[in-house]
């Protein structure tokens, strides 16, 4: 018998930030275009984290699962692989949106990023959600704001906007109306 080939489709990742709050259970109302991307994973579960006890992440189990098989073969330094590990298990948990849109954030996790009942950013990268305290955002602003200028000037000297082709699909026109013979 043969198997149909699964089709697989790109998931684009939101861009921007959102400040959020946190309320007093935990919850928080995923953005719009954040939850339409969690959407479009196949398991409607995720894994809430911290791998640095500073930043929480919301991982797609999709994602988590590439990061767990990283860990699993960062055999060059196993020690660290253990450690964000362990933290990744102390702090963790699954969850699921609700039909509301809103993800709990474990108890553990809101006191150790010092988040409860508090605004918290949201970002996506590298295919996981960032939860910044404001603390974090401060801090993290602070110092991409300090080297900016810097910044850009190296990643474009790094290739950073370096276009060969932009290539975007082809619109279809609509086609013209027949023209009926009189």
């Not at 699964?6 to 719009?32: N, S």
């Not at 994602?63 to 020690?79: M, S, V």
């Not at 605004?119 to 801090?139: A, D, H, N, P, W």
């Amino acid at each position: 018998m043969d198997q149909i080939p699964t089709q697989l489709v790109e998931i684009e990742q939101p861009r921007g930030m959102a400040p959020v709050r946190l309320d007093e259970r935990g919850r928080m109302k995923v953005p719009p275009l954040m939850k339409a991307y969690l959407e479009k994973f196949p398991d409607k579960q995720l894994w809430v984290t911290s791998l640095d006890r500073t930043i929480g992440r919301i991982y797609p189990l999709l994602i988590w699962r590439e990061t767990e098989k990283f860990l699993d073969r960062l055999t060059e330094d196993p020690g660290l692989a253990e450690r964000l590990a362990f933290n990744a298990a102390d702090l963790g948990e699954e969850v699921e949106m609700d039909g509301q849109g809103r993800i709990v954030i474990p108890l553990t996790l809101r006191k150790t990023l010092g988040i409860e009942d508090q605004t918290v950013r949201l970002r996506v990268f590298r295919g996981y959600i960032e939860i910044l305290s404001e603390r974090m955002y401060e801090e993290r602003r602070t110092i991409s704001s300090g080297s900016a200028q810097e910044d850009v000037l190296r990643a474009t000297g790094l290739g950073m906007g370096k276009i060969e082709k932009i290539l975007v699909p082809l619109k279809e026109t609509p086609s013209e109306p027949e023209q009926s013979g009189s």
